[in-house]
């Protein structure tokens, strides 16, 4: 399913297979979660510098065909995340931040990605993943659940979180926060009692609408919706010395910030892509919780119905291309 355009729908294509180079992957495509992030690509919300793209960038995956120097075997599972490649050399990869990498490429954005029956992948950047999640549970971890937990790390010790926007990241993350001990917060739309129900059944003490004032002042705030005004809403719910996290890779513009509901050492941060590291942990620890994931399937050709489902708020959680590749020579 190819993105010619932005503001188009995505058009179904035959394409040749294509083949790994040197330390890459040739996978053959077992599932691929559906993002925010897609929808940001369709819209031309994020730039792409390459067209046409395959999108995807939460791919299960087994490998067909490793290149050379790719040390993996023909049927090994993997997940290839948002982030596919870095340069290693400079002074944000050199200090562990490859996250901030000048040269950095996506999957699904810069490298083709998992709307598709194969692909082709970094070896450096695909994830072993656990035996115990199957491929429909695993896919909506490799961005979703990575992207929640870096911005989980970044609340530090914080005890009570507040998840703006209850959504695939969201309903991952509250599952880890609970396990840790943490007390969660949850906003959702205003009026979507379903999904407030929802995060109350995933462990989430109290929920609301967006702009309800909690029963507490929280300690920390994740905003998944990349709704700018919700930054000025977690602020003002925070207690001092508290943090508001941004976990979107793009957000409308913020409102104006009275200083009032920034002073007592409040803070606002962002989270940029992910590293391997954040993979590695995150994927060790989701088997523990354990984290499940509520899933909507469809089809690889209904991947422009599940993109509409996703802007329009259809479904609760993630939602998943179940991919069905035909079994070809490798």
Excluded at 157 to 178: N, P, T
Excluded at 199 to 211: D, P, V, Y
Excluded at 216 to 241: K, N, Q, Y
């Amino acid at each position: 399913m190819v993105l010619e355009a932005p503001g188009r729908p995505l058009v179904e294509a035959d394409r040749p297979d294509p083949t790994p180079g040197p330390g890459q992957l040739l996978l053959d495509v077992a599932a691929c979660g559906v993002c925010r992030t897609d929808l940001h690509l369709l819209d031309g919300e994020v730039e792409i510098p390459r067209l046409p793209i395959v999108l995807g960038h939460q791919i299960v995956g087994r490998v067909v065909r490793a290149g050379p120097g790719a040390a993996f075997k023909p049927g090994h599972r993997v997940g290839v995340p948002w982030l596919g490649w870095t340069d290693g050399t400079c002074r944000f990869c050199q200090s562990g931040r490859e996250n901030l990498c000048l040269r950095a490429r996506f999957t699904g954005r810069d490298i083709h990605g998992g709307y598709a029956e194969r692909t082709v992948a970094d070896a450096r950047y695909c994830l072993r993943l656990p035996d115990e999640l199957s491929d429909l549970d695993a896919a909506p971890l490799l961005c979703g659940g990575l992207i929640g937990y870096r911005a989980l790390r970044m609340a530090d010790d914080a005890e009570r979180v507040g998840l703006y926007g209850f959504g695939a990241s969201a309903h991952l993350i509250a599952q880890v926060a609970v396990w840790q001990e943490r007390r969660v917060f949850a906003f959702t739309r205003p009026g979507d009692e379903r999904g407030q129900e929802f995060a109350r059944s995933l462990g989430a003490e109290w929920a609301g609408a967006s702009g309800d004032e909690p029963p507490e002042p929280l300690d920390a705030a994740i905003i998944f919706a990349p709704v700018g005004a919700l930054v000025l809403d977690a602020l003002r719910a925070c207690d001092r010395g508290g943090t508001v996290i941004c976990a979107g890779i793009h957000m409308s513009d913020l409102p104006p910030i009275p200083y009032a509901d920034l002073w007592h050492e409040r803070s606002i941060r962002s989270v940029a892509n992910l590293t391997r590291r954040d993979g590695e942990e995150f994927l060790a620890v989701a088997p523990r919780v354990p984290v499940r994931s509520q899933v909507t399937r469809y089809a690889l050709e209904d991947a422009n119905q599940a993109l509409d489902d996703l802007r329009h708020g259809r479904f609760e959680g993630a939602a998943v291309l179940e991919v069905h590749a035909l079994a070809k020579a490798a």
